[in-house]
């Protein structure tokens, strides 16, 4: 609801158009969910059957998820690799990036969900019994959840599923507690920083009118 209005804001100002502005949204959302699919399909695939049956899916859905998600980002490189002519959709033309804009694409993906991941495990208590894959598969099927269900930042679907895969490794309200931390850190932080860097671009970039409106509130409430 917010985050591509202030795109287009932001990028429309630097003179870019409507369909620049559309491929940038598209290319960051992509490698979004690509890097969703590389490491969800990994630790989903690696994952011992005994970790699986501790998730809120099925054992069998497990495993077949995992080749589905492994074949999106290998099929995704083949095609950007072969690939180079535009698909024409009516009056939209799609043109894949070449292979090493995708490797990139690919390689920030997978680096912004391991940092997000690594910031509620470094949060948890010291004492966890909880291993790197297991608590990634949890993390991972925790936050498509959340995502799939439509409210926004999965605020208590993330929650619910985290403390339900964690059960009999973390206390809940160890794992609650360390949720809270995880949302004020990777959630609350960045919105506020984001907020008072917008608010200070937009003052410089309305300084005139704002210094027009207040003298003209100066003439009619003294």
């Not at 409210?151 to 619910?160: A, R, S």
């Not at 206390?171 to 960045?190: D, H, K, T």
Request: glycine share 10%; charged share 15%.
């Amino acid at each position: 609801m917010t985050g591509t209005p202030i795109r287009v804001r932001f990028y429309s100002a630097e003179g870019i158009d409507g369909i620049g502005i559309a491929k940038i949204v598209s290319y960051c959302v992509g490698g979004f969910w690509l890097g969703f699919a590389t490491l969800g399909g990994v630790t989903l695939c690696i994952a011992p059957a005994s970790m699986l049956e501790l998730l809120p899916i099925r054992y069998e859905f497990a495993r077949v998820s995992s080749l589905l998600l492994i074949s999106l980002p290998i099929g995704y490189l083949v095609a950007t690799a072969r690939i180079r002519r535009a698909f024409t959709i009516r009056d939209w033309k799609l043109q894949l990036p070449n292979l090493r804009t995708a490797s990139a694409q690919l390689a920030i993906g997978v680096t912004d969900w391991c940092l997000a991941a690594s910031v509620l495990y470094l949060v948890f208590p010291s004492g966890a019994d909880v291993s790197p894959a297991f608590f990634g598969v949890c993390f991972l099927v925790a936050h498509a959840t959340g995502i799939l269900s439509g409210v926004p930042g999965g605020i208590g679907i993330f929650e619910t599923v985290m403390v339900v895969a964690m059960e009999g490794h973390i206390e809940s309200p160890a794992v609650l507690g360390s949720l809270v931390i995880f949302r004020v850190v990777y959630y609350v932080v960045p919105l506020v920083g984001a907020v008072l860097l917008l608010a200070w671009h937009e003052y410089h970039r309305q300084q005139t009118k704002i210094a027009q409106g207040l003298d003209t509130l100066d003439r009619i409430a003294p």
